[in-house]
């Protein structure tokens, strides 16, 4: 009898405890209501998360939290607590959660993955010293300058092929300072290998692409065959190697020849033979890197670059107010340099509003709380996966006001560079969270923002956009600003606009700069 008592209560308390897994600690911030054992889970979308946060947001407060099974999100859908918490606080919340899937894709291998240790510093250490304002403006511009004139002319001779036009000119701008080579056309290794990656890396990255295999570990021993999500993360990270590999084998065939460059990955061997190789990076770890760089550095860029050019095609009052200021700046007889950015601000204006209205990274990566900590009497658990959910914080109508709209004025008193705003202490003052926040914001900063302002007025200045025209109708086609692809990283998918040069003046010109940039370039070829 007494056996079989301890047995029922033994039963009782098991069912118990099962059942508080998924319950949410009323000390956290709120949320939608769980489900024993699953938590939030079933209620988290395969594709489109980001605009559930913002309806959540709306419903539960600008600071509210998830389960999935025992574990913790919390979503800070708020400018003040991503301050207090992720910039002020980031010895705590500079971690990562853990990622099956990233590991499949990395081996454990990537910046944007890794934890706040001894690799991640010595490789954000590399990119920060390598796209410092001051390399960039010393040293790197001018293949940015280069790389621009050629995309001016590319777009004069074939307007047709802007979309793969932006995207080589972002790659063939990092690839030249990374590896020391070119993108001479889109269709070169070049041009394409990095949208190779990251048309992969994007969707089997994206929150809810996979099931929670990080909270519920017996799913990562479903094997492949069986699993469309494991197979896709193996594929990609297949991917990442045979490209970045062979980016490197090139540089080191290269280098055999007795061929040195000016470029990040040359300095960098010279550096390690020199010195000796640094014992927190292995070669896989090394190879990723410079991959990693080039990563950043393209695909985002592009995504943005081609959100602009569809705002510019949409909203022709845009264009005309920027050639205002353009035309005083630079006339017809020269493309505006970064010299101009003072005397050009509503370029900068437009620049963010793209990147508000449009964000690449929708949900970003998560940071991981290392300990518990509380916000505004609040519990953020141990371990908590914490989130700033970029698209919902740009489209919140009560931080940016009529925020469907694509709308530069909100910037007209935003006349510096995105990361001034990032590190001031004045958090209702920042213009975007397209970077990041904290420790983990963007290393690539200041050369995503000198090349998107770059690029940004030297379009406007040399020609008009607008929305394409049936040439059986002669009706205009109207344009879909809400046609982006899904992943955790989105750009327009591709579209049709009509560009035309401004004048003959600006043709000229145009083509006069092209053939300065033809000579600086060869050493890249």
């Given at each position: 009898m007494f056996a079989s008592a301890v047995l029922v209560v033994g039963i009782c308390l098991l069912v118990y405890r099962l059942l508080q897994v998924g319950k949410r600690d009323p000390r956290m911030p709120p949320g939608p209501p769980t489900v024993p054992l699953l938590g939030n889970?079933?209620?988290?979308?395969?594709?489109?998360?980001?605009?559930?946060?913002?309806?959540?947001?709306?419903?539960?407060?600008?600071?509210?939290?998830?389960?999935?099974?025992?574990?913790?999100?919390?979503?800070?859908?708020?400018?003040?607590?991503?301050?207090?918490?992720?910039?002020?606080?980031?010895?705590?919340y500079s971690d990562r959660p853990p990622s099956?899937?990233?590991?499949?894709?990395?081996?454990?291998?990537?910046?944007?993955?890794?934890?706040?240790?001894?690799?991640?510093?010595?490789?954000?250490?590399?990119?920060?010293?390598?796209?410092?304002?001051?390399?960039?403006?010393?040293?790197?511009f001018r293949v940015q300058e280069s790389e621009a004139t050629v995309l001016m002319t590319n777009l004069l001779q074939n307007p047709d092929n802007f979309y793969q036009d932006v995207r080589r000119y972002t790659a063939s701008v990092v690839t030249s300072i990374t590896y020391g080579f070119r993108a001479s056309s889109f269709e070169s290794f070049w041009g394409h290998g990095v949208y190779d990656v990251m048309e992969k890396w994007t969707s089997s990255m994206e929150p809810g692409a996979a099931p929670p295999v990080d909270v519920f570990t017996f799913l990562q021993y479903i094997p492949a065959s069986l699993a469309f999500w494991k197979r896709r993360a193996i594929d990609a990270g297949k991917t990442m190697d045979e490209t970045w590999a062979k980016s490197r084998r090139l540089v080191e065939e290269r280098r055999a020849r007795g061929e040195k460059r000016d470029c990040i990955m040359d300095s960098l061997l010279d550096e390690y033979e020199k010195?000796?190789?640094?014992?927190?990076?292995?070669?896989?770890?090394?190879?990723?890197?410079?991959?990693?760089?080039?990563?950043?550095?393209?695909?985002?860029?592009?995504a943005q670059l081609l959100t602009l050019i569809l705002a510019f095609a949409l909203h022709p009052e845009v264009q005309e107010k920027a050639r205002a200021e353009i035309d005083a700046a630079c006339g017809t007889d020269r493309s505006p340099r970064w010299d101009d950015f003072a005397a050009i601000p509503y370029v900068n204006c437009i620049v963010k509003e793209g990147m508000r209205w449009r964000p690449v990274a929708v949900t970003a990566l998560p940071h991981r709380a290392r300990q518990a900590d509380e916000y505004e009497g609040m519990l953020i658990p141990k371990d908590a996966t914490v989130f700033i959910p970029t698209w919902a914080l740009h489209h919140s109508d009560t931080i940016y006001p009529d925020a469907?709209?694509?709308?530069?004025?909100?910037?007209?008193?935003?006349?510096?560079?995105?990361?001034?705003?990032?590190?001031?202490?004045?958090?209702?003052?920042?213009?975007?969270?397209?970077?990041?926040?904290?420790?983990?914001?963007?290393?690539?900063?200041?050369?995503?923002?000198?090349?998107?302002?770059?690029?940004?007025?030297?379009?406007?200045?040399?020609?008009?956009?607008?929305?394409?025209?049936?040439?059986?109708?002669?009706?205009?086609?109207?344009?879909?600003?809400?046609?982006?692809?899904?992943g955790i990283l989105q750009a327009p998918l591709p579209f049709k606009v009509q560009i035309k040069v401004r004048s003959q003046a600006h043709e000229a010109t145009i083509l006069r700069e092209h053939a300065e940039a033809q000579g600086f370039l060869k050493q890249y070829d």
């Open positions: 889970a079933h209620q988290i979308p395969a594709t489109g998360l980001y605009k559930q946060m913002r309806e959540w947001a709306q419903q539960y407060g600008s600071v509210f939290s998830l389960k999935v099974g025992p574990s913790s999100i919390v979503v800070l859908c708020d400018r003040k607590a991503i301050h207090k918490l992720l910039v002020e606080k980031g010895s705590i099956y899937v990233g590991h499949l894709l990395t081996q454990g291998d990537h910046l944007a993955l890794e934890q706040m240790d001894t690799t991640w510093r010595e490789k954000r250490k590399v990119i920060s010293h390598n796209f410092s304002p001051k390399q960039l403006d010393e040293n790197h010195k000796g190789w640094p014992p927190s990076i292995s070669q896989h770890s090394f190879t990723n890197l410079l991959g990693e760089i080039v990563e950043g550095g393209a695909d985002t860029t592009a469907e709209s694509f709308n530069p004025d909100r910037y007209e008193k935003h006349t510096r560079l995105a990361n001034d705003y990032a590190g001031s202490p004045d958090y209702a003052n920042r213009d975007h969270y397209n970077y990041g926040a904290g420790r983990r914001i963007c290393p690539g900063i200041h050369l995503a923002e000198r090349n998107m302002w770059r690029i940004a007025s030297k379009l406007l200045w040399a020609f008009e956009f607008s929305e394409p025209v049936d040439p059986v109708t002669e009706k205009t086609v109207p344009l879909d600003p809400n046609a982006y692809n899904p």
